[in-house]
């Protein structure tokens, strides 16, 4: 469904179903500088793409492990350059696409260690280009260059300040401060982007 900034119905599309603009258990939303809307599709395998009026444009994946395929993408993300970045779930790893569904980069791989996951759930990109990942169960933050290199990570599993119980969503604004939904301790946390608490 689209609404205005303060809440006003505007559009809505979507039905159950692997058709072109139906969904199975949609959950991840983003928008690219011409204002197309592309949404993991998580149940069917799947980013699908749409005007911003709900008018089917693309879609690309399938179930599986190779390049360009999912196993429930979880998140989306689109950069200022409008690459499509995808929380790839349960294969643990974010693939990079161009508008289009080309595969651009991948990166990641099953574990605790720097550059691996457990169940990704979150992207999001700022300005600069840098990605930061909700690793939801690793509780933590990843962030990385445009290309897939590690930078920086924070987070533990606790319920402290900077601590996580599960990371379930992460966005960042125009500032460049990362905020984190911290699923089971019912809080959103805002960091900056070196993932100092705010």
């Known amino acids: ?46 980013i699908q793409k749409f005007s911003d009026l709900g008018q089917f444009l693309a879609k690309w994946g399938s179930q599986g492990n190779a390049d360009g395929q999912f196993q429930y993408p979880e998140a989306v993300a689109v950069d200022s350059a409008d690459n499509v970045y995808v929380a790839d779930r349960n294969n643990h790893r974010i693939q990079k696409f161009s508008t289009s569904g080309q595969l651009l980069a991948k990166w990641g791989s099953h574990g605790h ?8 759930e979150g992207v999001a990109v700022d300005s600069a280009g840098n990605v930061y990942v909700a690793d939801r169960n690793n509780r933590r933050i990843q962030k990385f260059s445009a290309s897939g290199q590690f930078l920086a990570k924070w987070g533990s599993a606790g319920n402290a300040d900077g601590q996580f119980q599960t990371t379930g969503g992460v966005a960042v604004d ?13 809080r959103i946390q805002k960091f900056s982007a070196s993932g100092q608490l705010l």
């Open 113 to 120: 260690a720097d550059d691996q996951f457990d169940s990704p």
């Open 174 to 186: 125009s500032s460049g401060n990362v905020y984190v939904a911290d699923t089971i301790n019912h």
């Open 1 to 46: 469904q689209k609404f205005s900034a303060s809440g006003q119905f505007l559009a809505k599309w979507g039905s159950q179903g692997n058709a072109n603009g139906q969904f199975e258990f949609p959950t991840g939303v983003a928008v690219d500088s011409a204002g197309n809307v592309y949404v993991a599709d998580t149940d069917n395998r799947r």
